[in-house]
C-alpha cells in the first residue's frame, strides 16, 4: 500500500490501530459471529459499545455529571437548526461571525419561527483572518454561539466570555484536539468527520438544566427525547459510533487530550514557523488566533497555487487545496495526523519554492 499523507479538512484521517482494529473486528465482532454492523443496536452487546463511548469521551474531555452526551444524525449542519428550534423560539440569540460556518449558523437560525440574531462581534472586515474581541453581552439572549474553530479560515478561540448567557459552541473542527473546559458551556456540537470518526455522526453535549420550553417538537429534533431516550430514539448509526469509540481509546492510549494537544501545538508550529520563515509562502492568519488544525497558506499566485496543489499531489500529499471559497492550500492536521507527514509537507514545500525560483 502506498504511503499517503492526507490533509483533508474533513472527512479526515483516521488513526491507522483504528482502522486495523476495526478491519480485524469487521466479521466477528468479539466472537459474536457478526459485524458491529448487522448488530441490533437494542443488542445488549451494542448497549455495552454505546455506553463505553459515553463513558470515555467522558473520561477524555473531564465532561460533568450534569452533563448528557449524546450521539445524533444530521451532522453539525443539522445542529444549526436544532439549537435555535428548542431554544430561541420568538427569543433573539447572538452570534459571533468568524466566518463560513458561522455564517451557516446564523442563516439557519434566522429560519426559525421568530428567531432574531444578533452578531455581537465580527471579523468579516478583514477577511476573517483574526478572531474578532466581544465588548458586550445582552442578557436577553437565550443563547451566544460560537464557532470554536474556524475550518475554512483557520482561525481559534482559545478564550471563551464569562457570562450568565448560556453559550453554544460549534467545536466541530477541533473537539478532543485542544483543551476545552465544558463547563463553560450550555451545549457542545461537532461532526465526527474530523478528529472523532467517520461522517454521520454528530457528537452533542448537553446540560441537564439547558431545557426546551417548546411542545410537541418532532421527536427527532428534540433534545429532551433524545436524552431521555440516550441517543436511541431511533436508530442510531450504530457503526459511526463504535468507530467514534475506537477513536476515543486511541486517544487515551495516546496519554488523553492534553497529550494530544501538545503534539497537535508540535506539528502546527513546524509548519508555521517554516511558512513564516521563508519568503515565499504566506499564512493569512493573525498569529495568536491561529488554529492548529487548519493552516490555510498561499504563494501569492493562483497559478502557482494550482501547480503547487497538482504536485503536492504526484508526491502524495493529498487533498491540500484550500476551501474553493477561500482558495490557496489548507493542512488540516488533525489528531491523527502523523508527524511525518508534517516533514514530508516542508521538505516538499522547500523543493517547490527552489523549483520555482
Ligand atoms: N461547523 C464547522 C466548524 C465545520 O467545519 C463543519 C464541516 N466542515 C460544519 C459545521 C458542518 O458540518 P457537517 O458537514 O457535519 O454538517
Request: glycine share 6%; with cysteine; aromatic share 10%.
Amino acid at each position: 500500500m502506498k504511503q499517503v499523507f492526507n490533509f483533508s479538512a474533513g472527512p479526515a484521517v483516521l488513526p491507522k490501530p483504528v482502522l486495523e482494529k476495526a478491519q480485524a473486528e469487521l466479521l466477528n465482532y468479539n466472537n459474536t459471529g457478526i459485524s458491529v454492523m448487522e448488530m441490533s443496536h437494542r443488542s445488549k452487546m451494542y448497549e455495552d459499545i454505546l455506553q463505553a463511548a459515553k463513558s470515555n469521551l467522558k473520561k477524555l474531555m473531564a465532561i460533568p455529571d450534569n452533563y448528557s452526551i449524546l450521539f445524533l444524525q444530521g451532522g453539525a449542519s443539522l445542529q444549526f437548526h436544532m439549537v435555535p428550534l428548542n431554544f430561541a423560539q420568538n427569543k433573539k440569540i447572538g452570534v459571533i461571525d468568524t466566518g463560513n460556518w458561522s455564517l451557516k449558523a446564523i442563516e439557519e437560525a434566522e429560519k426559525i419561527n421568530g428567531t432574531t440574531v444578533e452578531v455581537l462581534a465580527s471579523s468579516k472586515d478583514k477577511n476573517y483572518s483574526y478572531i474578532p474581541s466581544i465588548n458586550s453581552i445582552p442578557d436577553d439572549l437565550a443563547y451566544l454561539h460560537i464557532t470554536s474553530n474556524n475550518t475554512l479560515e483557520g482561525t481559534v478561540f482559545t478564550d471563551y466570555p464569562d457570562t450568565d448567557v448560556p453559550l453554544v459552541l460549534d467545536a466541530s473542527s477541533n473537539i478532543l484536539s485542544c483543551d476545552l473546559d465544558v463547563s463553560k458551556f450550555a451545549l457542545i456540537y461537532a461532526g465526527a468527520q474530523k478528529n472523532i470518526g467517520p461522517a454521520g455522526v454528530t457528537v452533542v453535549i448537553i446540560r441537564n438544566d439547558f431545557k426546551s420550553d417548546v411542545e410537541n417538537l418532532p421527536s427527532m429534533l428534540s433534545y429532551e427525547n433524545m436524552i431521555k431516550t440516550d441517543s436511541m430514539f431511533n436508530t442510531p448509526p450504530t457503526y459511526g459510533i463504535y468507530v467514534a469509540n475506537l477513536v476515543f481509546e486511541w486517544i487515551l492510549d495516546q496519554g488523553g487530550v492534553l497529550a494530544i494537544t501538545e503534539a497537535n501545538r508540535d506539528k502546527a508550529n513546524r509548519l508555521y514557523d517554516y511558512i513564516d520563515s521563508s519568503d515565499f509562502y504566506t499564512c493569512p492568519v493573525d498569529g495568536k488566533d491561529r488554529s492548529i488544525n487548519n493552516i490555510p497558506f498561499k504563494t501569492g499566485s493562483e497559478t502557482l497555487d494550482n501547480v503547487f496543489i497538482k504536485k503536492a499531489e504526484e508526491q502524495n500529499l493529498i487533498n491540500i487545496k484550500g476551501h474553493r471559497l477561500i482558495g490557496g492550500m489548507r493542512a488540516s492536521l488533525y489528531n491523527a495526523f502523523p508527524s511525518e507527514g508534517v516533514d514530508s509537507l516542508i521538505h516538499f514545500m522547500k523543493t517547490f519554492k527552489e523549483e520555482t525560483k
